[in-house]
């Protein structure tokens, strides 16, 4: 695994807590050119706020942690 995917692996481990709460979870799909691809999980994938979870958690997370980042979409 590429040292960038490991490290966000980390920052999505950090999240998945506040989303296993809540009966759901993410999982890394890929990291290309800035782009990180997960795919929203378990309660998650049906909320009607998944896209709000994505943009103004799991991303701002991501960005944060990670700043080679660019964007966090789902798959």
């Avoid at 309660?43 to 700043?67: F, H, N, W, Y």
Wanted: glycine share 10%.
């Amino acid at each position: 695994m590429s040292e960038l995917k490991e490290r966000v692996e980390k920052s999505l481990d950090s999240i998945r807590p506040a989303l296993m709460a809540d009966g759901g979870n993410v999982e890394l799909v890929g990291v290309e050119d800035g782009v990180v691809r997960v795919r929203l999980q378990g309660a998650c994938g049906t909320c009607p706020s998944a896209l709000m979870t994505l943009k103004q958690g799991i991303e701002v997370r991501v960005k944060k942690d990670v700043p080679e980042i660019q964007e966090v979409e789902a798959v």
